[in-house]
């Protein structure tokens, strides 16, 4: 099951800044993201879906991405953010590695439109040094959430592989 108590995410949250969990789901893989604020929790969600797709440490920072995204609703906006990236993933064979958010009005209210700006560090493919772990073939709306839980961001996500 994808939803976990909010004693175990109380308990898991103390003393940290911001983090996920891989959760098995049938068929999918999904995370439960959080993080201190928008920024952060959109940080974290878009390495934890990198590092489902490859192991990042061995990524080096050769190439920074600006990427932009835009909806009129705003909790679709880190499914569109997460779709982005692996969408560069897909047709420029980049893997990426660390995040930095520019700009956001999630928090903005009567908005016709939300958007984020963040650059994307990392380089492309090499098969020879990266190893491939899961193939994503969708960021998926299924259990998906964001809201804020007291102190802290959070969010959970369903990748179709």
């Given at each position: 099951?994808l939803?976990m108590?909010?004693e175990w995410?109380d308990?898991?949250?103390?003393?940290?800044s911001s983090?996920?969990?891989?959760?098995d789901?049938?068929?999918?893989?999904?995370?439960?993201?959080?993080?201190t604020?928008?920024?952060e929790l959109?940080c974290e969600a878009?390495?934890?879906?990198?590092?489902l797709i490859i192991e990042n440490?061995a990524i080096?920072?050769?190439?920074v991405?600006?990427i932009?995204?835009?909806?009129?609703?705003?909790?679709e906006l880190?499914?569109k953010?997460l779709r982005?990236?692996?969408?560069?993933f897909?047709t420029?064979k980049?893997?990426?590695?660390?995040?930095?958010?520019?700009?956001?009005n999630f928090?903005?209210t009567?908005?016709?439109t939300?958007?984020?700006?963040?650059k994307a560090?990392?380089?492309?493919l090499?098969?020879?040094?990266h190893?491939?772990?899961k193939e994503?073939?969708?960021?998926?709306?299924?259990?998906?959430?964001i809201k804020?839980?007291g102190e802290?961001w959070?969010?959970?996500v369903?990748?179709?592989?």
């Open positions: 099951m939803l108590s909010p995410f308990k898991k949250m103390q003393n940290m983090g996920y969990k891989i959760i789901h049938t068929g999918d893989v999904g995370l439960k993201i959080w993080g604020d928008i920024p959109f878009a390495q934890a879906m990198c590092s440490k080096q920072n050769e190439r991405f600006d932009r995204v835009e909806t009129t609703d705003k909790n880190l499914l953010w982005e990236i692996l969408f560069i897909e420029e980049v893997v990426f590695s660390q995040f930095q958010i520019e700009s956001n928090h903005e009567d908005v016709p939300y958007f984020l700006e963040a560090y990392g380089e492309v090499d098969v020879a040094r190893e491939i772990c994503i073939k969708a960021v998926t709306r299924h259990h998906f959430y804020k839980n802290w959070e969010s959970a369903l990748f179709d592989i």
